[in-house]
């Protein structure tokens, strides 16, 4: 049998099976013996980090509002299967670690939807993130087995959580100990995690990839996405003048590329940086963070090897124009329990059934059904995690992907 599974990859199928007319009887023989992987093909294994937008918080009704674009329509296709049900990747596997708080879990399995967020790291979360459509595509890309291996937590920071060891230990601010929080002990408490997952995953292979021999593989990729906590941090990143605040993340996040190559010796691991993009192409707010984001891919050194993923063409303008309408809904609500001028409730004479109803008609003077009805399609989360639009997430876990084909090409 490894005669002839050494047969087909040096001259491909047919060629093999002219020169060995059993062929196909012992590859049958094969697959019935290890029908996941063929024995000695090397994987591609690819590792996913960041936080909450890197775990995905895009429910899976909200596939459909991909069906309402032409352009993302064959996409969804490839999500799918012909039942309608998400698709189960038969060459893409994932090991997946997260949780809440202190208490880690493991999830793993054939790729398929489920894999974002999870309160249960062990129970399909009903949620994608970029995870899904990045293996996908990697899985139509190469003939090898692919394994993807995420770590993602909620609410994590660079500066403190992932901060790797060339950065050294966090310097708490006056605010971190006035708040009790962000303590040297913990300081990159997150990168070691991470880091001692790959291992363990990569030292048992087996475990996740039913049918894998040993047969070896490429670290292939890594892909960064994360940010919201350090963009709105003040005290880690002050105002400077005639300078970007956000200059240390860039400092840091080159030496997270640099640290994760040496720890996992893979010197030129190619390296995707998820820009972020919440609100859209046009949110000058984000600019100079987004700018410290992608600075590191401009280094001399990471030329060709780091490549910066700009997310903000895959916001969903249509949907955030809908979402500052619901902003405006519960800024009313909030206005009227607080009794503010220029509500009908400034005298508080308002009853809550009153509130609810004068709301229901504020709603309904904003937001139209067909608004409405939209939301309800392509919405799922709030706006820092792009509104939990699956659209959005697979177009950037696709975009994950092709920056990194595009680095092998």
Known sequence: MSLALSLVRMTGFDEARRIMPNLSYLILILGLLAPCVLAGAPLKVFILAGQSNMEGHAKVETFDYLADDPSTAPLLAEMREAGGAPKVCEGAWISYLTGRGDQNGEGFGKLTAGFGSRPDPK??????????????????????????????????????????????????????????????????????????????????????????????????????????????NRAVYPEVKGGNRFANYSVWMANLIRDVRRDLSAPKLPFVIGVMGVGGEDNEKQADFRSAMAAPALLPEFKGNVVAVQTAPFWSEELGRIADKRDEVRQMAYRLRKKLKGTPNADGAMSESAQREYLRQYEAKLISPAEAATWTRGASNAGYHYLGCAKTVALIGRAFAEGLLEMRR
């Open 123 to 232: 129970v399909d979360g009903g949620k994608i993130g970029p995870e899904f459509t990045f293996g996908i595509t990697m899985d139509k890309a190469f003939k090898e087995p692919v394994l993807i291996i995420k770590t993602a937590w909620g609410g994590k920071s660079l500066f403190h959580d992932f901060r790797s060891p060339s950065s050294g230990v966090y310097q708490r601010t006056p605010d971190d100990v006035a708040k009790g929080r962000f303590t040297e002990e913990k300081s990159g408490h997150y990168y070691r995690l991470m880091i001692a997952h790959v291992r363990e995953v990569l030292g048992e292979i087996g475990r996740v990839v039913p049918g894998y021999d040993g047969g070896g593989y490429e670290l292939a990729g890594f892909v960064w996405f994360q940010g919201w906590n350090d963009m709105v």
